[in-house]
């Protein structure tokens, strides 16, 4: 049996699955923890990988890994190879001044076509424009610049700082791959090359970036002294979290992916780069060689959290509560921006729950509501990508809430498209398998994803009318 390895450095943590080749089948995993924060020193990040690695029983019998990482991360090295300061991640806000000031150097829509991005706190260019104005002394010292996955590979591959690692500090051996090139904010997915002067202009000067790995390009080998069990394998190119979930779900262009975290992700593979002037859709590259027009919004599962704890129910219970109400709750409606919103981009905003009566006040009704605005703000999300061209011909829902029967229902009714419920599972480090068997074959593997549900399109209109009319009072 041959295996291969993928590997997921999320916020939280870190994950490895190691696959048969032939099959597709999980046969081990591991796992360890990242530290909180918004700024984390990567050095947690490779102890976390070793660890992780070692407890899905290391590498000796792997013949090819790749790592899929958290986009946007900020890592800055200087000359010897050394990590300057702690990354700042794409959850880390300090950067959004920098991102207003590339906008009104530049021009939204002058940057949308260079990188297919209006720039905000979450890309790298304006983490990199406030370590300039910042921190000129960090700033002056940085040689390169790598994200989360990038760094980790090249700690991988047995490169480093001279006397962490049996390579060295070879900057110009860094390596990347189109997906986290393209959430930089200095990448075009359109012509495929670096933006130097966007760098530039960032930074203040110019520095080694990551060599662009191709869907299927290996990075290089493993060096011995990378974890516990040291062996030379096959490197991937790697990926950013939303491609690698994107690979790791066998998407195609046609289909759109919702995910129901914390917050909420809707993005889609297509044949075409996005060039959003409002910067509503991120036009980011995928990891297959196609693009992958990406909504984000801030208000997910916290939702359905918040209204379980108001009603005093599982989330189970909730779902029960919400199919005993009929389609549109009896007219009341939840606009869930209970922190803000990302996508329309109302930072101050705060949610509302509108149309209730003494009659529409149940139990239900508000259990339904909470669900149909959650998704009515994804389906916001997915008119977005539309404008960019997408015609979707089915949405894969992914992430914990999407397990719940209710959501599954409502979505089908929210949306106007088949809804398909893939089994829960690590997608992220599924697609960095997938790149793995890519580069030990020179073929993208066809493995098989599960589902546990398939809905046909039960549109109710009535849904997103009322959602609209609430909403809408918001850009009033």
Same mark, same amino acid.
């Given at each position: ?236 190119? !790697?990926?950013? &979290?939303?491609? @690698? /979930?994107? %690979?790791? =779900?066998? $998407?195609?262009?046609?289909? *759109?992916? +919702? ?23 991120? !036009?980011?590259? &995928?990891?297959? @060689? /196609?693009? %992958?027009? =990406?909504? $984000?919004?801030?208000?997910? *599962?916290? +939702? ?23 389609? !549109? ?43 149909? !605005? ?103």
């Amino acid at each position: 049996m041959t295996l291969v390895a993928g590997v997921d450095s999320s916020t939280q943590s870190c994950k490895v699955v190691v696959r048969d080749l032939d099959t597709g089948e999980v046969i081990r995993t591991g796992r360890a923890s990242h530290p909180d924060g918004t700024s984390v020193d990567p050095a947690a990040w490779w102890s976390a990988l070793r660890e992780a690695l070692d407890g899905a029983g290391g590498l000796d019998d792997v013949a090819a890994v790749s790592i899929g990482g958290q986009q946007h991360g900020m890592v800055a090295l200087d000359a010897d190879g050394r990590v300057i300061r702690d990354a700042l991640l794409w959850n880390d806000t300090r950067s959004a001044g920098a991102a207003a000031d590339l906008i009104e150097e530049f021009g939204a829509q002058v940057l949308a076509e260079r990188t297919g991005l209006v720039p905000v706190a979450s890309f790298t260019s304006t983490k990199l424009r406030w370590l300039r104005d910042a921190e000129p002394d960090n700033a002056a010292r940085v040689a390169a610049v790598a994200l989360p996955h990038d760094w980790l590979t090249w700690r991988l591959r047995g490169y480093g700082p001279a006397n962490e690692s049996p390579l060295g500090p070879v900057l110009e051996e860094l390596t990347t791959d189109r997906s986290d090139a393209s959430g930089t904010g200095y990448w075009s997915p359109a012509t495929g090359q670096y933006d130097r002067d966007l760098l530039i202009a960032a930074l203040g000067h110019d520095a080694v970036l990551p060599r662009v790995l191709g869907p299927g390009e290996p990075a290089g080998t493993g060096a011995s002294g990378y974890s516990a069990s040291a062996s030379a394998v096959a490197i991937g190119p !790697g990926a950013g &979290d939303n491609a @690698g /979930a994107a %690979l790791g =779900l066998g $998407a195609q262009p046609g289909d *759109a992916i +919702v995910s129901i975290g914390t917050s909420g992700t809707v993005f889609a593979v297509t044949d075409t780069p996005a060039c959003d002037v409002t910067g509503a859709v991120a !036009g980011f590259a &995928d990891a297959s @060689g /196609a693009f %992958l027009p =990406l909504v $984000a919004t801030l208000n997910a *599962a916290r +939702v359905l959290d918040a209204f379980t704890r108001v009603l005093g129910v599982t989330h189970d219970e909730l779902g029960s509560l919400a199919l005993a109400a009929e389609p !549109g709750a009896s007219g009341a409606v939840l606009v869930p921006y209970f922190e803000g919103e990302r996508t329309p981009n109302l930072p101050d905003a705060t949610a509302s729950l509108i149309g209730l009566t003494l009659t529409s006040t149940t139990r239900e009704n508000l259990a339904r509501a909470a669900i149909e !605005g959650m998704l009515c703000a994804l389906a916001d999300g997915l008119d977005a990508v539309r404008a960019q061209g997408l015609d979707p011909h089915r949405l894969l829902f992914v992430g914990g809430a999407a397990q719940n029967p209710a959501v599954q229902a409502i979505a089908a009714q929210v949306f106007d498209a088949a809804v398909v419920i893939p089994e829960p599972a690590e997608y992220v480090a599924l697609g960095a398998a997938v790149q793995a068997a890519w580069v030990l074959t020179g073929e993208r593997p066809a493995w098989p994803v599960q589902t546990v549900a398939s809905l046909a399109a039960d549109h109710r209109p009535v849904i997103r009318e009322q959602y609209r009319a609430a909403a809408g009072a918001y850009q009033a």
